[in-house]
């Protein structure tokens, strides 16, 4: 498979879990990979194990993702697919689940969860999608959460922000359904990685790279809105549709 053949693909988050497995996939199938974290050394590390290149990047600036784009493109070439993954939870995951409480969301807890999980993408788009029309061609995967679908007690801000994701690209679809770039949404059910404590990574089944591969088929061959859940491995993926209904 080299259906990424001497083409640049972004992916943020990439220093761990989903984003360093999208990285390796990318990279197998030819893929030149700009690899973003705040995780300077594991962000290190996958930009070695690919053949990429890393580049600190705290995605909720928006300065410093003009900034790291053009960076970038100047030393990859232009980037025709990005893999907006990089995401947080408001508190560790607890192995029981516990609903959380109001209180414990403090003001700069939750600042932080807007400005990584849905600020972070917002500003992915604002940069990369007028590059993106200016080439052409490209698409953009959003890594959003079965928590963008349905409500999760232990982590109501979570499912704010995952939520807030597939209105944004949703909506950003039917605003640039005449362009040339794909937008598609990524709604994984619980995976195995450094967001679960490891109590609960074993009650999980999928492993980053069996849901990498559900990342990289959006990448490649998703439609233009499409959110897409993979909930289980014994599940398939399947597209989620919107209501039935609109405004006006
Ligand atoms: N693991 C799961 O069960 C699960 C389920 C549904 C959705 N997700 C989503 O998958 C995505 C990847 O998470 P993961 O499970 O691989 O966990 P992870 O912690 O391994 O990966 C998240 C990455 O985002 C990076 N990051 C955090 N803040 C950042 C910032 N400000 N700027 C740039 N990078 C930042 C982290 O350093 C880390 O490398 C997240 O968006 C997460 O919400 C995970």
Known sequence: MNDFQGQTVL???????????AAELAAEAG????????????????????????????VSSPAAWQETVADVEARLGPVRYAHLNAGIMTVPVTADLAPARLEDVTPERYRRMQGVNADGVFYGIQTLLPRMTAQGAGAITVTS????????????????????????VRSLALAYADGPVRLNVLCPGGFSSDLLPPERRESVTMTPREMAMEAIDL??????????????????????????????
Request: hydrophobic residues 45%.
């Open 31 to 58: 893929a030149r990979v700009a690899v973003l974290d705040v995780n300077d050394a594991d962000g290190r590390k996958t930009a070695e194990r690919t053949g990429g290149a890393f580049w600190h990047l705290d």
């Open 219 to 248: 990448l490649l061959h998703g439609g233009m809105g499409e959110v897409r859940l993979k909930l289980r491995k014994d599940l398939p993926a399947e597209a989620v549709p919107p209501p039935g209904f609109s405004l006006g």
């Open 145 to 168: 959460s079965a928590a963008g679908l349905i409500p999760i007690p232990f982590d109501p801000v979570y499912a704010m922000t995952k939520h807030a994701l597939v209105g944004l």
């Open 11 to 21: 992916i943020t988050g990439a220093a761990t879990g989903l984003g360093a497995a």
